[in-house]
């Protein structure tokens, strides 16, 4: 467990997991309108079956089911972020926010974490500043994200759910100096690493204006060829709706 920011953000088995997945088969819905939630989730399940996925999903995901499971894990959350990218007004990040989680997590905790990131990264990527992306949370969906970092980290423990993981990395974002900071400090939190430096990530990634060079290509070399062509595709397509950086 991390409680630092202070360690290497790759080492030498550093590999994609179930959350780069899922957030890819997103990313295909935004470009391929024809293809539904279930269907890509089930398609990529069954390209990519050994990647961490919860033991819900896999169930849901083997049997090939079509209904909901009520999960109110931060699952939703984390493969979110092209909604926030590719759409154009905050009612439609809304909307397809919901559309995305419900096809699994149909709890409202599971439906609220979706949106929250989901409507974070619409405002990071479309002018909003930090003050503005966070008073629209916690009036809109009731997160609590007053505390500092260093107020929670000690005490913080590892929580699967939204509402115990996607305040907090949004706080890792609010709090972050650029892209890689924001990743750090979701990481130092030492919770569901990997999804919290997803929704912290996928903020700061539009927020910041991008992801940095050497850390994208670094990432992009660990993917295999189906997910860097989609990742490939949604860049050329969406990546100018990324905001400029900071002013």
């Not at 979706?114 to 974070?120: D, I």
């Not at 405002?123 to 929670?152: N, P």
């Not at 430096?197 to 990634?205: H, S, T």
């Amino acid at each position: 467990m991390t409680k630092t920011k202070d360690f290497p953000l790759f080492v030498p088995d550093s590999r994609f997991t179930d959350d780069t997945v899922l957030t890819i088969a997103v990313a295909e819905r935004m470009l391929r309108s024809d293809r539904g939630y279930v269907d890509l989730f089930h398609a990529y399940f069954a390209a990519f079956p050994k990647v961490g996925y919860g033991q819900s999903f896999i169930d849901w995901a083997e049997e090939r089911r079509r209904e909901p499971y009520n999960s109110w894990g931060n699952g939703s959350a984390m493969r979110v972020s092209p909604v926030g990218t590719a759409c154009n007004t905050i009612d439609e990040v809304l909307a397809e926010a919901r559309r995305s989680a419900e096809v699994t997590h149909n709890h409202p905790e599971g439906i609220r974490g979706a949106q929250a990131t989901a409507a974070a990264i619409f405002l990071a990527r479309t002018g909003c500043d930090k003050r503005g992306i966070k008073a629209h949370v916690e009036r809109e969906f009731g997160y609590d994200l007053s505390l500092r970092l260093d107020e929670i980290r000690d005490d913080y423990l590892f929580d699967l759910s939204c509402s115990g993981s996607v305040p907090q990395s949004i706080m890792a974002f609010l709090e972050s100096y650029d892209y890689e900071d924001a990743v750090h400090n979701a990481i130092s939190l030492g919770g569901d690493a990997d999804t919290m430096a997803c929704i912290a990530g996928g903020i700061a990634e539009a927020y910041y204006g991008g992801v940095p060079k050497a850390i994208g290509d670094k990432v992009l070399d660990l993917l295999d060829g189906r997910l860097r062509g989609v990742v490939d595709e949604f860049t050329d397509r969406f990546a100018s709706r990324l905001s400029s950086g900071p002013t």
